[in-house]
């Protein structure tokens, strides 16, 4: 099917090392097909955010080259047009990784081969994209594979609230593993299941990207959320799809009790991910400006886009770094901590008073305005002196404070999330309510909203939420799950 990927190739050396990251989103699906179209586009905005938030060409000293092929342009064709220009640029140092989302099958089960679908419902085959990877001359290739998405109503109950230092775990798993990590939803001719609100794979690997440094423990933790949230969704009244005579999953209600009088059980239903190979981490050490968010805040003016990259956890720590360089004796714990691990951080016990050159003033200055955008600094969400209350919310006189000002247009990284108290959750999600004219029944949030510069409550029936908004609701009442339950007002 994909013959043409096996050409072989020249490869060219260079000083610079890149990682190559091709994404394939089929959101483009016709008829029933399309069916998982949502899903897929919310994988999509999964994996931007992943590389959005959480790689630094400056602290990580690698480039980037990013290409994501998404409705009409996500066919086979491009797929092996451009996996041809990746293996015309790589060099022994490189990395690639491809990461594929939409529908799949198996059209002989004898011979089990796992096949992609692309948009246009041409099928190449994973196995031969996997063997192309497999024989590329680089240091490490990676291919993640999202197929036959369904539509059950229910939708995964995510991991706990461990805390996370997403760039550096993503460094790990990018640039200090070598070899092949080969991964698949399901294993063979079994289904796979998602949501409007992403493939469970996707779900749970981008966030276990964040959590873990080694792609054993994220396939790990993965693999076992995986199948116990589809075991979950199963057996609950709700029922589950799945794949019918080796077509493309969708929307096909499964009775479970004939699956078990048929000697098939429940649990032959579970999403199983497989992992074929999952690489070797290096365990070099770390380079030492991987251990700055910003390594040359110090002596260079930093520009917007320096920072339009950084999320809240991310330009929190950036900002404070201009400090530890000078030994300041933070009280914080979490600080204390993050710098203490720093080769390079010599704390000088009761040091409060460091004096900062211009460029660092200027650069500080420039960090507290990008956080404010952000709606505060990262811990609390407004600030230490700002938090939001629910003394601040039910206060006549208070001003209104949002807590993700672009939360409608930009999607908000998990450690972000996390971070906030229930109170701050609850505002959060429904500022996004409120920024689609919702009209609140709840006296206290209408009041607060009703502070809102815009808004106006004209609508009571649920809002048409864009992509992104999807994609940040899913996350803030996964964390409010988490957190046990959301704020009652």
């Known amino acids: ?51 959005d938030s959480h790689y ?11 290409t994501t092929l998404d409705k009409e342009i996500a066919t086979r064709e491009e797929v092996a047009a451009r996996i041809r220009e990746i293996g015309a640029q790589i060099g022994p140092e490189d990395t690639v990784y491809v990461h594929f989302s939409g529908h799949g099958v198996i059209p002989d089960p004898e011979r089990g081969e796992q096949f992609l679908m692309d948009v246009n419902e041409e099928l190449f085959s994973r196995e031969e994209l996997a063997e192309t990877l497999r024989g590329f001359s680089c240091g490490l290739r990676i291919l993640v594979t999202d197929c036959c998405s369904t539509y059950p109503e229910s939708f995964a109950v995510a991991e706990g609230d461990d805390p996370v230092e997403p760039w550096m775990n993503l460094y790990s798993l990018l640039v200090e593993h070598t070899g092949f990590v080969n991964i698949t939803a399901a294993s063979p001719g079994k289904p796979a299941y998602g949501t409007q609100y992403g493939g469970f794979l996707t779900i749970n690997l981008q966030s276990d990207m964040q959590r873990f440094s080694t792609w054993t423990e994220v396939f790990a933790a993965t693999k076992e959320r995986v199948a116990s949230e589809t075991d979950e969704m199963i057996r609950s009244e709700r029922g589950a799809t799945k794949n019918i005579n080796g077509g493309p999953s969708f929307l096909v209600k499964i009775d479970t009790r004939a699956a078990m009088q048929n000697g098939g059980g429940l649990e032959q239903l579970v999403q199983r991910p497989v992992a074929y190979d999952l690489g070797t981490p290096t365990r070099r050490k770390l380079p030492d400006r991987l251990s700055y968010v910003l390594p040359h805040s110090q002596t260079e003016l930093l520009t917007p886009q320096d920072l339009e990259k950084l999320d809240r956890q991310q330009l929190y720590l950036a900002r404070n770094e201009i400090f530890a360089r000078h030994g300041y004796d933070f009280n914080s714990p979490v600080l204390r901590d993050h710098f203490s691990s720093m080769s390079w951080y010599n704390v000088k016990a009761g040091f409060k008073s460091p004096s900062l050159s211009d460029v660092e003033d200027r650069n500080l200055q420039m960090i507290k305005n990008a956080e404010a955008q952000m709606g505060g600094v990262f811990l609390t969400g407004g600030g230490e002196n700002h938090r939001i209350t629910h003394s601040r919310v039910t206060d006549r006189n208070a001003a209104f404070q949002g807590v993700f000002p672009h939360s409608s247009r930009d999607v908000i990284p998990r450690s972000s999330v996390q971070a906030l108290s229930l109170v701050e959750l609850s505002i959060a999600r429904n500022e996004i309510y409120a920024r689609n004219g919702y009209s609140f029944s709840n006296a206290t949030l209408r009041a607060y909203f009703a502070k809102m510069p815009g808004y106006r409550g004209v609508t009571s029936g649920e809002p048409s939420f864009n992509a992104v908004e999807k994609n940040n609701l899913w996350m803030i009442r996964k964390i409010e799950r988490i957190k046990g339950g959301s704020y009652k007002w």
Do not use: H, P
């Not at 959101?27 to 949502?38: F, P, T």
């Not at 630094?56 to 990013?66: C, H, M, N």
């Open 1 to 51: 099917m994909i013959g043409m990927l096996l050409l072989s190739c020249t490869l060219l050396n260079s000083a610079d090392r890149t990682i190559f990251y091709l994404g394939i989103f089929c959101d483009g699906y016709e008829g029933e097909l399309g069916a998982i179209n949502s899903g897929v586009t919310a994988d999509q905005l999964f994996m931007k955010s992943v590389f």
């Open 56 to 66: 630094s060409e400056a602290s990580w000293g690698v480039k980037l080259d990013r």
